[in-house]
Structures are given as C-alpha cells and as structure tokens.
C-alpha cells in the first residue's frame, strides 16, 4: 500500500511541477513568443479565471471545468492545492526549502481563522455578482502567484538575460539578444511583497496557513472537501504516536495525539502517507461518517459555524453593497467635476487594451495576473496602482510613455484567461478605437520651433495624422475618424515637457474607420532612367 | 510606360551593354569599372544587384578579406515585404551572400528599428534571408550598442550617439528603400542613417533636414545600394495598404550618397533640390553631387 501511496506522491510532485512549470514559462516566455499559443490550454485549469469566464460569459467548457473540479473535490477533497494551484506548488517548493534550512514549525494548528476564511469566500465570490472582482483579484492565488511573477521573476529573469546577453554580444556572438523589461510599478510590486511576505512566513510556522484561512478558492474546495467520499484516516490500531504525519503535514492539519485529520484542510500532498512509520493513515472511503457517537456533537457545532457563517457574510455583502453604492455616487459626482476641467483630466484617464471592449467589460473580469504585461511583446501594457480608480486596482493600462500598442499583434488578447481581454483577431484589433488622437498645435515643435517634425506622422499605421503644408513647413493635421488609438504618435512626439499630440481613452472602444486613400498622388516617372 | 520609351531606353542603355567592345577601345573599357552610380531595372532584387555590384568592378573591390561587414537596411516597420516600408528581404540576402562569398570575416545586419524589434526583424523576412546566407542579425534597439561620437562640422548635431557596429566594423554598406516620407518628403539613403543612432528624435526636435545632412558627414558608406524593386510613393514611411507601392523593378548602387539620393528621387518625380537635406548635403557639406549630368552613369535593364 505504501508503495501506492509514495506513486501517487511521485506523480503528484511530476504534475504539480510540471504544470507548475508551464505557468511560469508562460510568463517568462519573451524568446519565441510562444505564450499566446498555450495560454488557454495551460490557464483554463485555473479555478478563478474559469470561474470568471463560466460567471461572466457563461461559456460552456470552464462551466464544465469548474463543476467537474468541484465534484471532484467531492470525491477526493482539495487535490487542486497540491495539483494545479500555482502558489499552492510554490508553498511546497518553499516547504522544502524551509525543511532543508530547519527552519519550518510543523506541528498541529487548531482550526481557529477557517470561519473568516469562510466568510471571506463568500463576500469575495457574492461581491462578483455586484460586479466587483476587486476582493478576488486581491486573494485568488493564481492572481498573487502572477503579480508574483510579473513583478519580481520577470524582471529580474530579463535584467540577467541582458546582462548575459551583452556579454555575448561583446564577444561577437548574438544567439542571446536583450529583451525590454516590464515597466516596474512600486505599488503593484509592494503590495505584491507584502502578500509574499505574509504567505511565506506564515508558511513557516503553520505550513499552508494562507490557503487555510485567507484563499478563497481553497474556502470553497475546503468546504466542499468536508464532505467528501473519500478521507484520510488515521485508524488508532496502527498508529504509534511517532508523530511523523504531523511533522511533515504541509497543512498543519493532522493532531496525532487525538488520532484527527481536519481534512478540510487537507491538502492532499500525500505525505503522511508516506511518511507514516506504520500503514497507520489510509486514505479511504468515508463510510462511517455519522455512525461515530462523538461525531453528532461535531456537527451540530459545524451546524452553528455554518450558521455563523453566513450571517457574517450577509453582513459583509451589505456592508460591501453599501460601499459599492457610496463608490458609485462619488463617482458621479467626480464625473461632474471632470467636465469642469476636462482639459487636464481627460488625459490622464488610462488607456486599456485592444479587446477590452470596455472598461466596466474589462474591470470586471480583470484579475490581475500580469500575464498580458508579460508577453506584451513592446510592453505598453504596465501595471497600475489606483490610476483606474480605488475600486479597481492594479489592472494593467496602456502606458503610451513607455511603448506603443503595435498596430498587427493581438497577443494581449490570446492570452488573457479570464477574457477580460477578449479574443480579437488582428482585422477586428485594425478597426478599435482605443482612444482618439488630439493635436494640440500649441506644442507642436513645427509651430514652435519653426523646424520640421513629423515624428507622429511617420509612425501613425492609418495615417490618421498627416502631414500638410505650413509655413513652408509640414504640420500634422489629424483625421481620429481613422484613429485607432495606438499611440504611436504620442510615444514619439519629441515635444518636451508636453506632447503636441496624444491619445483620449475611451471607456468604450469605438470603431475606427478603415483608413482613406484620397492623399495627394504623386506618381512616379514613367522614364526607365528619369536621369 | 509606352512601349516606345520602354525601346528607346532599352537601346540607350543596351547599346553600352552589348557592344562596348566594338565601338570602345579596351583601356577605356577598365576605366568604364569607374561608374559613379549603376542603375539597373526589371529584374528581381537580388539578380539586379548582381548585375549592378558587376558593373562596379565587383564587391571585391569593397570587400576584402577577413574585412567585418555591416549591412544597414531598413527594417523599421512590422509589415510583410510586399507593403515596401522595408528594404527588399532578397536583396539584403544577396548582399550579404556576396560579401560571405568575397571572404568577409562576418556580415552583421541591424537597425534601430520604429515597430518592436523582433516582430520587425522577422515579418520584413530579412531576418530569414540574412541567416540563410550566413549573415548575423543584431539587435539595434538597445542603448548599450551605442556610443557617443562627434559629428564633424556638424551645423546642428554636433554629436551623436551611434551604434557599436558602424564604428567597429571596416565596411559599411547601406542598404535604404525608395519611400516617400511625410515630413522628410523622400526617405532613402541619408535618412536610412537615423536607424544607427540612438536619439533619432533629438534630430526631429532641432531640424530634420540640417541633421540629416550633418550626420552624412559622419561615416559615409562605403556603397549605398538603394532598393527600388517596390517603391512606396505615399502615405510614407509606414505605408497604410499595399494601394501605396509601385512596383518600379529598380536598383541604384553608388558611394556617392547624395548622388544615390537624387537619382532615386528621380524616380518618384521629385527633383533633389526639392528635398532639403539633399540640398543642404550637396551645396553646404559638398558631400556628394547632385548634378546627375556631370557623373558617369551606367544604366543597365534585365
């Protein structure tokens, strides 16, 4: 039987690593552009991106993923934690770690914050009804392990890779060329420490703390794995009090003096399995579930949790409703005090990504993850703090400073998994309008310094800014019918300390018409030799 | 054109071509090696320059041996050849073919590209011919490739930041195409050297033209081999639609960069005094001519 259970521990650090792997790679994958080929195999098994795509767009296949995950944790318990769970795999890789450096506390932990856990599920999935993905974007673990990621792996993976890069390059070989780096935000990238910071050293003391008392989709494989088929028992006959299980428990969960498993917060690692100095733990099918006299006290106590439950989170959810309705009123009302200074603001509303449609499409569905920052192939997408607004924080923009959006690449769009960004094809990407082109001449560089320019001109893909004459000069006269917001104009404007010509986001996309060909002709010479 | 100019020319050029044997005697004929500038029309990139490098006495005569080479297209848009916004993918090939072929030590390609890099380098199809024929692609669009020089009599660059390979390599062939340009009017040889900088936008902020011109004066290449096999004659330099190329089937070899840039000009019916930095190169840094009348030409059709 060991043997069994040390295959099954074997097959489970191959998958988990593996998978694991993937996931990584597609964020780190900025060589081959490969991402947006594998990003939908590889993320559909995430339970909150699904979970989004089954809630917002009731797509039949994350529908069935979902509900067959949740049956399935029916039947075994959470073997997603160990199985698919990014940070979960990353908690276990520290978990070795710590071990090696003696440094991990693994002793029993009684089951004291799994009710907060509980009531933080519940708000964080209610408050998806309310359209408010926030709370999920802040706790999913597939969320913190990309921001991870994206904020910390990446670019410290593409800073090496520059540094090898022109090392080689000094020493005439180019098989390895420079990569540009994500645009780092501070505040995305410390509250992405902070979470680390908690994850991890909590993991220390009581294993897998944050999946048991934070995660909200551990909450709901935790409660459903209370009622699962099968179970890890430890069958008092065997058991020798060794302690062994306990020790190398990842969850906290096993108490060897009592002869108990909490298997809601089992992780299914299969550990104690192993480690077990007899067969003293089986993990089998849960048939005596209520013939336990001791058990009935159990359940009218979890009755009264269950109870509790859900009054706090009726309260939360209101609490959280209240607050949605006082955000929206102050919305407005910031609303009517833009339109007094529209001149200023307008420009600092932030640009989203082509697939986006719009941004109550895109706030709605965004997590986070960073992946689009990541294979973003001129990283124009950069991360935000509160530039959305306090209710929709670190979804990434576009940064026209930093890049521009390029006018035949959809990658954003092919990778994203929850379809925040939707999936557009490069035809459909030509005729969104992600904001409109506004020139203002009064910075303009041909007007200023009386020199010719150009610089946006030359770069816009439609041709939505042209140049006509001026002064003997050429000055740019823009047509945002055709304006498909790239920003390409915006990015090269030379004009310091403003920008002659940028870029309008609109919450909506608009469609951009198909460029015009009615410029002045100018035909070649029909001489062989004009000379 | 009317088949009756297309004769005419044909003979007017062909006549040098096929019987310079029976009219010139054979001193005169090594000297006729000496061309100022070859063009050639209506074969395909790569064949046209064959014939061209030919004309001029061969590559070997631009190329030695164990020499490093750096071939600068232009490769600064995300468009497939056919939309011309960057040199011929055949004709960079070729290029670099030759150069291998004459024993160069290597044969570097780059540009400091507009689009991102990558998505430039391999859908303009360069990357795939340059690697094809034993060629190096190398990324431009870093800072630490560059460094800075001083641009000699510079009117309004005075000094540049340039990228390490034209510094550091003994030939330098610039490789532009023919396209029109919303603000510089034309963008051909000259202009091409705004992918070996790294600021290019200092020189849009303090006169385009004047710092065109004044960077030519920096390195001249040692051949300007100007790509007009598709000519991109509005909406340049990006090009909107392939409704902005003409097919003109021609190629213009020269070292004399302004003589390359007028005679190209010619051909999109724009006269080179029209085009200021042209002018400004040719009156006040006499880098070259643009008097097409007093060089020695050799016209070749295929």
């Known amino acids: ?531 | 054109m009317k088949r009756r100019d297309f004769i005419k020319a044909i003979l007017a050029s062909g006549s040098e071509l096929f019987f310079p044997n029976l009219i010139l005697p054979k001193k005169t004929l090594a000297n006729n090696k000496n061309y100022d500038l070859v063009a050639v029309r209506g074969g395909n990139p790569d064949a046209m320059f064959y014939a061209a490098i030919k004309e001029l006495g061969g590559i070997e005569k631009y190329v030695r041996k164990g020499q490093t080479v750096v071939v600068k297209p232009n490769i600064g848009w995300d468009v497939p050849p056919e939309r011309a916004a960057n040199t011929n993918p055949l004709l960079v090939g070729a290029i670099v073919k030759v150069c291998i072929d004459a024993g160069a030590k290597k044969v570097y390609v780059f540009d400091n590209t507009c689009d991102n890099w990558q998505r430039a380098y391999s859908n303009s199809g360069i990357e795939r011919t340059v690697k094809q024929n034993g060629g190096e692609m190398v990324p431009g669009n870093f800072e630490r490739y560059y460094s800075e020089v001083e641009i000699p009599n510079g009117v309004k660059l005075k000094k540049a930041k340039v990228h390490e390979l034209i510094l550091n390599s003994d030939v330098f062939i610039n490789v532009p195409i023919l396209k029109h340009h919303s603000s510089a009017r034309l963008t051909i040889s000259m202009k091409n050297h705004m992918g070996i900088v790294w600021d290019r936008f200092y020189w849009h902020r303090n006169d385009l033209h004047q710092c065109i011109a004044d960077f030519s004066a920096y390195r001249k290449p040692d051949l300007n081999i100007i790509d007009a096999y598709r000519a991109m004659h509005r909406n340049g330099p990006r090009g909107v639609s392939e409704a902005d190329v003409i097919e003109l089937k021609a190629l213009i070899i020269s070292q004399d960069i302004v003589a390359a840039d007028s005679a190209a000009a010619k051909f999109l019916n724009y006269e080179p005094q029209e085009i200021p930095y042209i002018k400004i190169a040719a009156e006040q840094k006499k880098l070259g001519n643009y008097d097409l009348s007093k060089l020695r030409i050799k016209r070749i059709v295929l």
């Not at chain 1, 069958?235 to 498993?261: E, F, G, H, W």
């Not at chain 1, 509790?308 to 009517?336: C, M, P, V, W, Y």
């Open chain 1, 1 to 531: 039987m060991k043997n069994f259970y040390s295959k099954i521990k074997l097959f489970r650090v191959i998958f988990s690593l593996t998978y694991f792997l993937s996931i990584v790679f597609l964020f780190l994958e900025f060589k081959f552009k490969l991402a947006a080929n594998f990003a939908d195999y590889i993320l559909f098994f995430q339970f909150a991106p699904s979970l989004i795509k089954f809630i917002f767009d009731a797509s039949l296949l994350p529908i069935i993923y979902v509900l067959s995950l949740l049956f399935l944790t029916l039947i075994f318990g959470r073997f997603y934690c160990s199985f698919l769970c990014p940070l979960g795999v990353l908690q276990d890789i520290f978990i070795k770690l710590f071990q090696k450096l003696k440094i991990l506390k693994q002793k029993f932990q009684s089951n004291k914050l799994q009710k907060l856990q509980y009531v933080l599920t519940i708000i964080i999935f209610s408050s998806l009804a309310f359209n408010f993905i926030l709370p999920l974007s802040l706790f999913d673990p597939y969320s913190i392990a990309g921001k991870l990621l994206g904020n910390f792996l990446i670019p410290l993976v593409v800073y090496i890779n520059n540094e090898i890069a022109y090392f080689i390059n000094s020493l005439d070989f180019y098989f390895i060329s420079p990569e540009k780096n994500i645009h780092f935000n501070f505040y995305s990238a410390l509250f992405s420490l902070i979470l680390f910071a908690i994850v991890f050293v909590t993991l220390a003391f009581y294993g897998r703390f944050y999946c048991n008392s934070i995660c909200p989709v551990g909450g709901i494989l935790s409660f459903a794995s209370k009622f699962s088929l099968f179970k890890l028992k430890i069958s008092s006959d065997q058991c020798l009090n060794c302690s062994l299980c306990q020790k190398y428990c990842k969850a906290n969960c096993i108490d060897y003096k009592n002869n108990t498993i909490d298997f809601s917060r089992c992780v299914l690692c299969f550990n104690c399995l192993i480690y077990c100095s007899k067969n003293g733990i089986k993990f089998e099918l849960d048939y005596k579930r209520n013939s336990l006299p001791k058990e009935n006290g159990v359940i009218s106590k979890s009755r009264r949790n269950f109870l509790n439950t859900i009054t706090f989170s009726a309260a939360g959810i209101l609490i959280l409703n209240d607050d949605l309705e006082a955000q929206k009123r102050n919305r407005h009302k910031n609303n009517n005090l833009l339109y007094d200074s529209i001149e200023l603001n307008r420009s600092k509303q932030p640009i989203i990504p082509p697939g986006a449609i719009s941004l109550q499409n895109y706030s709605t569905k965004c997590v986070s993850c960073m992946l689009c920052v990541a294979s973003c192939p001129t990283k124009v997408i950069v991360p935000t703090f509160n530039e959305f607004g306090w209710d929709k924080l670190f979804i990434p923009k576009l940064d026209y400073n930093y890049a521009y959006c390029q006018y035949d690449c959809v990658v954003c769009s092919e990778v994203c998994p929850t379809d925040a960004i939707l999936k557009i094809t490069i035809e459909q990407k030509q005729e969104i309008q992600l904001g409109k082109v506004r020139f203002k001449k009064r910075y303009c560089i041909v007007h200023t310094n009386n020199v010719e320019c150009g610089a946006c001109s030359e770069h816009c893909p439609t041709k939505a800014v042209n140049m006509i004459p001026y002064r003997g000069l050429h000055l740019p006269a823009v047509n945002d019918k055709i304006c498909v917001g790239c920003g390409a104009c915006e990015h090269v404007c030379p004009a310091r300390p403003r920008k002659a010509i940028i870029v309008e986001a609109h919450s909506i996309h608009q469609k951009a018409q198909k460029p015009k060909s009615d410029f002045e002709e100018r035909t070649h010479n029909e001489k062989l030799f004009p000379f």
